[in-house]
């Protein structure tokens, strides 16, 4: 085996990790193929002979390549791209909870990312905050990668916490959406099923997905009662942006209980898709959402 060849293999060994740090930051699995790729291409042009921490090395030159691509975003006034949930597939669930690369890697594998408001940061927070909160990046090297002190980056993530600390509105594109599904919530927190019905078209559809198997519930009135019946005076609903469209996190005791998506068309609700799996989201949901 050549030298090339073994360098080769030891980047695929972090490929993963990689990737798993440029999707969360980019928001895109084709954005953060591209920065993988381009982070091989500089080790290849570098070679590995003087690099002592390759992990290390490698999370430097592909943290900076996304802060050079969230940068060109904002000069270009692109959209941020949106994240998707998809289906799960249920299995049994560990009672430990995984590290926070595991973590990264477990929600992009199964589909699920939830964020609150992300693209509300500027490319320094976004970048200190996903490489210290989710993967646990001493502030020494997020300043390295930034370009600035360790404290400008303790500060950057800290700004982000607050950003993103549940209950802050969102600024988004379905602020009317959002206004209905506040409205909804409040309503069958308060078990008034006359107010509910008149968020909710009359076909309206609640399809929910736990380890027991799917679940599906039409028309208002049904559905109506399901949220008032099923409503918890200690629950919590936090907002949140789930497949592109309002929905909630909701948690109970500090635990995330339940995914929400709201589908809202002329002012009325017509579908809700819900994930319920308490220790699946205790893995999977990152611990500043709660």
């Not at 943290?63 to 597939?89: K, N, W, Y």
């Not at 969102?170 to 909804?184: M, S, T």
């Not at 469209?245 to 339940?258: A, E």
Request: net charge negative; glycine share 8%.
């Amino acid at each position: 085996m050549t030298e090339e060849d073994e360098l080769a293999a030891e980047f695929q060994t972090q490929r993963s990790y990689l990737h798993a740090i440029a999707y969360r930051m980019l928001g895109s699995h084709a954005d953060a193929d591209d920065a993988v790729q381009e982070a091989w291409l500089r080790l290849a042009r570098t070679g590995g002979g003087d690099i002592e921490d390759l992990r290390g090395w490698l999370t430097t030159v592909t943290s900076r390549i996304c802060l050079d691509t969230l940068r060109r975003r904002g000069v270009r006034g692109e959209q941020p791209l949106e994240l998707e949930v998809g289906a799960l597939a249920w299995d049994a669930a560990g009672g430990s909870r995984v590290d926070p690369e595991e973590e990264a890697v477990l929600a992009d594998s199964l589909g699920l990312a939830l964020y609150v408001v992300m693209d509300t940061l500027t490319p320094a927070e976004r970048v200190a905050f996903v490489l210290h909160d989710v993967f646990e990046v001493p502030f020494d090297a997020i300043a390295a990668v930034l370009g600035r002190s360790t404290a400008a980056a303790k500060m950057l993530a800290s700004r982000a916490r607050g950003r993103l600390r549940p209950g802050t509105p969102p600024a988004d594109a379905h602020a009317a959406a959002r206004d209905v599904v506040d409205a909804f919530l409040a309503a069958a927190g308060r078990g008034d099923v006359a107010a509910l019905l008149t968020m909710l078209a009359p076909e309206v559809e609640l399809r929910t997905q736990s380890p027991a198997g799917p679940t599906v519930i039409r028309g208002a009135d049904r559905v109506a009662a399901t949220a008032s019946t099923y409503a918890r005076r200690d629950a919590l609903a936090h907002p949140a942006l789930v497949n592109g469209v309002p929905g909630v996190l909701i948690t109970v005791g500090g635990r995330p209980v339940t995914v929400l998506a709201f589908t809202v068309a002329n002012g009325v609700i017509t579908t809700i898709l819900g994930l319920t799996a308490p220790t699946r989201l205790g893995q999977i949901v990152p611990s500043w959402a709660t």
